[in-house]
């Protein structure tokens, strides 16, 4: 399972554009991205997942550059619903692996109004 | 809803009592999972069951007794817990085991032990 790294908290205005960037240096060739959400008193929710380049849904938008040595989570116009806790994961997603999802600490966001 | 349900939400229970949460899933999942989450921790990977078997059990205290009947159920056991047990215990399912895809949570069960 890949280290990664990820600031502690952000603070943010609503409106603004949030992006959120995890460090993964010893990622593996197998190796995907993913990306959970957690509100208070609630279980994760997944967000996003990707393997290189960019990829888009309709919560978020997740860049990882060529080395995927590290990638950001973009979350456009942030409202105040948006505060929570944001967790980089990294490690393999095919039917083959044998990893349970293990959470770090996260990312705490805070959206101001 | 979330596909995963956790009963009861919240759980206040004596240090020598016994009591069991319940989970719950409807989304056709092979694995079930248990966290547990104390208050500013990150989340600790507790038990995980792929079809029903028991495939990992990360050093938790025997306090805690896991049971997983059919793929649908997963049960959490507890007995003569400790105040530091207090804490949001989440149940989780995914596909199958070892995808970091698709895990889906439950809203947890609150649980003070006093």
């Known amino acids: 399972l890949a280290k990664t790294t990820q600031p502690i908290s952000m603070d943010s205005y609503e409106g603004q554009e949030v992006n959120i960037t995890c460090s993964h240096n010893n990622i593996a060739t197998n190796d995907y991205i993913t990306w959970y959400q957690q509100f208070p008193s609630q279980g994760p929710r997944f967000i996003i997942q990707?393997?290189?380049t960019k990829v888009t849904n309709e919560v978020a938008s997740l860049f990882i550059p060529a080395d995927r040595k590290s990638s950001t989570l973009s979350l456009p116009r942030v409202s105040l619903s948006d505060t929570a806790v944001y967790y980089c994961?990294?490690?393999?997603?095919?039917?083959?692996?044998?990893?349970?999802?293990?959470f770090g600490k996260g990312t705490r966001l805070s959206v101001i109004a | 809803e979330t596909g995963v349900t956790q009963t009861p939400r919240h759980l206040v229970m004596g240090m020598t009592n016994k009591k069991s949460l319940k989970c719950e899933q409807h989304l056709g999942h092979n694995a079930m999972y248990w966290y547990k989450q104390s208050a500013k921790k990150p989340l600790e990977l507790m038990f995980v069951?792929?079809?029903?078997?028991?495939?990992e059990n990360n050093s938790v205290p025997s306090r805690f007794s896991p049971e997983c009947p059919n793929s649908s159920h997963l049960f959490l056991h507890l007995h003569t817990l400790q105040p530091e047990d207090s804490a949001l215990y989440l149940c989780a399912s995914s596909p199958n085991f070892g995808l970091f895809y698709g895990y889906t949570f439950g809203s947890g069960t609150r649980l003070t032990v006093v």
């Open positions: 994961l990294v490690g393999v997603s095919l039917d083959s692996g044998n990893t349970p999802l293990v």
């Open positions: 990707g393997y290189k």
């Open positions: 069951y792929s079809l029903e078997e028991r495939v």
